[in-house]
T-cell receptor, first 113, second 113 residues
């Protein structure tokens, strides 16, 4: 059973650019969530996808957007990058519902310069 | 709004000592509570998942308890080892919307050989 995989592992972008991060969910998991973790903080919820539809969103601006594909993999897109977007981006997957807990990937470290 | 607090923020213990990490949450209407481990710059590794109907859960040297009515959980680590050094995060999913996780800011544990 493969876990959650994220790519790339590290990324450096310039302010104003756009970035796409990718996540493959664990086998059998149809729900994917994205979290942003700033240094020294706990992860903050960005949004969640269930069966290709966004079904929840945290307090993040519209320039943070996402997709989920029929195989349940997902993308996180961030437009007009700002310096404060520098963080570790974590993807988590779960079977339907919150009762089964979440499995996290290793994250993508994004640095905006 | 759910708030999750972890105390202490940092803890340093000699190898072999037993220790307790604390987690408190403000909204007791939770499905479950999940403890994670995070090594520096890495993703989250799930340690234990306690359902709201359970009082405790054990895995090896780890034991997690849950007192939903008082909004508290503890993670007990027996016979600590240097390899246990990491940040430990607790998280609870809310019962509405996307059931996304709310995280504490973590306890950074250092086990001294």
């Amino acid at each position: 059973e493969t876990g959650v995989t994220q790519s790339p592992t590290h990324l450096i972008k310039t302010r104003g650019q756009q970035v796409t991060l990718r996540c493959s969910s664990q086998s059998g998991h149809n729900t994917v969530s994205w979290y942003q973790q700033a240094l020294g903080q706990g992860p903050q919820f960005i949004f969640q996808y269930y069966r290709e539809e966004e079904n929840g969103r945290g307090n993040f601006p519209p320039r943070f957007s996402g997709l989920q594909f029929p195989n349940y993999s997902s993308e996180l897109n961030v437009n007009a990058l700002e310096l404060d977007d520098s963080a570790l981006y974590l993807c988590a997957s779960s079977p339907q519902g919150a009762n089964y807990g979440y499995t996290f990937g290793s994250g993508t470290r994004l640095t905006v310069v | 709004k759910q708030e999750v607090t972890q105390i202490p923020a940092a803890l340093s213990v000699p190898e072999g000592e037993n220790l307790v990490l604390n987690c408190s949450f403000t909204d007791s209407a939770i499905y479950n509570l999940q403890w994670f481990r995070q090594d520096p710059g890495k993703g989250l590794t799930s340690l234990l998942l306690i359902q709201s109907s359970q009082r405790e859960q054990t895995s090896g040297r780890l034991n997690a308890s849950l007192d939903k009515s008082s909004g508290r959980s503890t993670l007990y680590i027996a016979a600590s080892q240097p390899g246990d050094s990491a940040t430990y995060l607790c998280a609870v999913p809310i019962r509405t919307g996307a059931n996304n996780l709310f995280f504490g800011t973590g306890t950074r544990l250092t086990v001294i050989p």
